[in-house]
């Protein structure tokens, strides 16, 4: 009978364990979207902590007061930069509005000229088709301005958690602590500050590549003397936070504005481009990536292509981060197992 009860003791505890995990993938899977603003909070905190260290380092303020001058600072940069730019490209979209699609007929006639693009042609529908009627866009219009109030709700949620979570990082990094076994403090607190000064350095690489390619690709755009060189350049270090597909995205406005003037000046965009991103992806982020996690290319994009479809954009946006911070986790335990094992031959010599 003992052994009976032992193992229908086993059996209901291993069935426990399953119950658990199949509630807790089901409780992670109806929260995914809160989990992944909780994280992007995080990414946010961790940035301001290192900004406001940087601050009290070199002007001896309390952390307190360094806290305050980074937020800011950031602040007012993100207003001043917005209320510079945002007239001209208003400026702009109006112009594109009407210019574009004279634009794409010119494009379209010239291509009419060769067999091959009568044959291409017939693959890609007209710019009023693409654009439709005035319902649709309207349609349209209300839809965009409802998922910007709910783009701006995200925003305000990430930076509360961020700004709460950079004020007091103690607080909840021993609120998480608990969640363990005292005798495992020591060891994930080590793990947690890994963590912590990875993904800093991470921020810190992707910064670098983001000024980089914002200056690289605003010369570029001074030299073909494309309008709104400036936003388009801040656009596509903004979208350089999106690896691999960021770049994609931020040549589409810049490309069009070129096919206002002719098709030969939306190629040289394009070849403008091409050639920056060689440079980055050769030159730049080999260079500000020493002290980060080298995550190989098929590893990222696999990565940006299964949270992009899982979790939507919003997982193609911190699939990078959140990659970097997996492999920051499973590269800290790999270092605490090899520490422990060395332990007891070290004590034995």
Same mark, same amino acid.
């Given at each position: 009978m003992s052994f009976e009860s032992h193992d229908l003791g086993q059996t209901f505890q291993k069935t426990l364990i399953v119950v658990?995990?199949?509630?807790?993938? #089901?409780?992670?899977?109806? $929260?995914?979207? /809160?989990?992944? !603003?909780?994280f992007a909070g995080l990414l946010l905190g961790v940035l301001l902590d290192g900004l406001s260290g940087l601050v009290s380092k070199f002007s001896h303020l309390s952390r307190g007061w360094s806290l305050f001058i980074t937020i800011f600072t950031l602040a007012f940069l993100t207003v001043a930069v917005t209320n510079l730019l945002l007239p001209g490209i208003i400026e702009q979209m109006k112009s594109l509005e009407v210019e574009l699609p004279a634009s794409i007929e010119r494009l379209r006639a010239y291509l009419r000229q060769y067999s091959w693009g009568s044959e291409v042609l017939e693959y890609f529908p007209s710019?009023?088709?693409? @654009?439709?009627?005035?319902n649709a866009l309207l349609r349209q219009l209300t839809? @965009?301005?409802? @998922?910007?109030?709910?783009?701006? *709700?995200?925003?305000?949620?990430?930076? /509360?958690?961020?700004?709460?979570? $950079?004020?007091?990082?103690?607080?909840?990094r021993s609120g998480f602590l608990r969640l363990f076994a005292p005798r495992h403090h020591e060891r994930i607190e080590r793990v947690l500050a890994a963590i912590h000064d990875r993904m800093w350095w991470w921020l810190v690489s992707i910064a670098g590549s983001m000024s980089s390619l #914002?200056?690289?690709?605003?010369?570029? +755009?001074?030299? *073909?003397? +494309?309008?709104? #060189?400036?936003?388009l350049a801040l656009l596509t270090g903004l979208l350089t936070f999106i690896p691999n597909f960021g770049s994609i995205i931020s040549a589409v406005p810049p490309v069009l504005i070129g096919l206002m003037e002719s098709?030969?000046? #939306? !190629? @040289?965009?394009?070849?403008?481009?091409?050639?920056?991103?060689?440079?980055?992806?050769? *030159?730049v982020t080999p260079l500000i990536q020493r002290r980060t996690i080298r995550m190989p290319p098929v590893l990222g994009i696999g990565a940006q292509l299964t949270f992009g479809i899982i979790f939507g954009f919003l997982g193609l946006l911190l699939a990078a981060p959140l990659m970097a911070g997996i492999l920051a986790v499973v590269q800290s335990i790999s270092n605490e197992r090899v520490v422990m094992e060395t332990a007891p031959q070290a004590n034995a010599t």
């Amino acid at each position: 009978m003992s052994f009976e009860s032992h193992d229908l003791g086993q059996t209901f505890q291993k069935t426990l364990i399953v119950v658990g995990v199949i509630i807790g993938i #089901a409780v992670f899977w109806l $929260a995914r979207e /809160v989990f992944l !603003l909780v994280f992007a909070g995080l990414l946010l905190g961790v940035l301001l902590d290192g900004l406001s260290g940087l601050v009290s380092k070199f002007s001896h303020l309390s952390r307190g007061w360094s806290l305050f001058i980074t937020i800011f600072t950031l602040a007012f940069l993100t207003v001043a930069v917005t209320n510079l730019l945002l007239p001209g490209i208003i400026e702009q979209m109006k112009s594109l509005e009407v210019e574009l699609p004279a634009s794409i007929e010119r494009l379209r006639a010239y291509l009419r000229q060769y067999s091959w693009g009568s044959e291409v042609l017939e693959y890609f529908p007209s710019f009023r088709e693409l @654009a439709g009627e005035s319902n649709a866009l309207l349609r349209q219009l209300t839809g @965009a301005v409802s @998922a910007t109030v709910f783009i701006v *709700l995200r925003m305000v949620l990430v930076l /509360v958690i961020g700004i709460y979570s $950079a004020v007091e990082p103690k607080l909840y990094r021993s609120g998480f602590l608990r969640l363990f076994a005292p005798r495992h403090h020591e060891r994930i607190e080590r793990v947690l500050a890994a963590i912590h000064d990875r993904m800093w350095w991470w921020l810190v690489s992707i910064a670098g590549s983001m000024s980089s390619l #914002a200056i690289l690709t605003f010369i570029g +755009l001074r030299i *073909l003397d +494309l309008p709104l #060189a400036l936003s388009l350049a801040l656009l596509t270090g903004l979208l350089t936070f999106i690896p691999n597909f960021g770049s994609i995205i931020s040549a589409v406005p810049p490309v069009l504005i070129g096919l206002m003037e002719s098709p030969g000046k #939306a !190629l @040289a965009v394009i070849g403008m481009y091409v050639v920056i991103q060689f440079l980055e992806a050769h *030159l730049v982020t080999p260079l500000i990536q020493r002290r980060t996690i080298r995550m190989p290319p098929v590893l990222g994009i696999g990565a940006q292509l299964t949270f992009g479809i899982i979790f939507g954009f919003l997982g193609l946006l911190l699939a990078a981060p959140l990659m970097a911070g997996i492999l920051a986790v499973v590269q800290s335990i790999s270092n605490e197992r090899v520490v422990m094992e060395t332990a007891p031959q070290a004590n034995a010599t």
